[in-house]
């Protein structure tokens, strides 16, 4: 057995073994590299691996380890040299971590064929010098993370075989790093980004077995791609070698046809409103025009001149038995004229000061009526002592 001073100098450990990690790995404090994959481990992992602040790599890959403590998780984000955490194939049941955000320098994680479950953290975004996550064959079950699309980086990123619902994020453009994108077998609905398109890098792309409807995008690094990536979604459409039917109007024809139609609903508007306003503006021209031409019919009506005296002598000089109505403004009296017409003369008290615009008035309005009930005015006589 080596003894322990021996033991806390190790910086690489790399067995086969069997049963579960004892907690005394913890005493080794220099280690760097701590390499347990394909054994037969059962068990937690030791919360005591917290203890290896200077570990880089991190792999017990392929075992039977079903636990990870929640103390081993905070630990482990205490952890700042690690570079690489390799904990697939196992069977692990917890979630991620939010402390593994706090690994700046991680460049792998991977937590593959496990049965890890609940939300990816958005910790995950503050990962900026990973290049490979691989989180397939799990049950995370939210939506893909906005702030992954920070991850500039990244190469490689598999989330296949999970329950993801939700969109594509259209934030996973800004990562142009990406070669490898594997969102297969989940429940991912909406349509492919098109800013997408974006990703030179891009080798392969495989959104198979899920919900995605639209146009797939058909300009590089799509044009390369198999057809077997989009198989079995709800409603893709596109490109004939995608093996998709072809989408009923393309993003530019809809433009164009959105473009047509406000050009006819402005020619609708138009052949409703110009002949509307045309024979409003008509009216108005025909009414100017009798309005204008009314004085001339009614000055041809009253072309006769009745003199004051004779309005006195038609009404025997304004008596009182030829006075058939009064009011606020003045009196109204019978009389026949020489000619043996008969007519009604209003004579306006001019001691009120509204009897003179009142005398106006009704010159300007009466002038212009024309009905059964009304009598036709004939003739007005004013000077400055009489308004009748």
Partial sequence: MLAPVALSALTNLSCKI???IPDEVGNLSNLLDLRISGNNLVGWIPSTIGNLRKLHHFDLTNNKLTGFPQQLATCLGNITSLREIHLGSNKLSSNIPPSLGNLQDLVVL????????????PEIGNLKAVTLIDLTMNQFSNEILRKIGGLQTLVHLSLKHNKLQGSIPDSMSNMVGLEFLDLSHNNISGIIPMSLEKLKNLKYFNVSVNKLYGEIPSSSPFKNLPSQFFINNEALCGSSRFSVPPCPTSSKHRSNNKKVLVLFLLLGIALVFVPSIFVLLWKRY????????QPDS????TRERISYYELLQATDVLSESNRIGSGSFGSVYKGVLISGTAIAVKVFNLQLDAAFKRFDMECEVLRSLRHR??????????NLDLRL
């Fill in 18 to 20: 069997q049963g579960r």
């Fill in 110 to 121: 991977d937590l593959s064929s496990n049965k890890m479950v609940g939300f990816l953290p």
């Fill in 286 to 293: 025909r009414k100017g025009k009798r309005a204008l031409q």
């Fill in 298 to 301: 009614l000055a041809a009506i």
């Fill in 373 to 382: 009930n009304l009598v036709k005015v004939n003739t007005s006589c004013s």
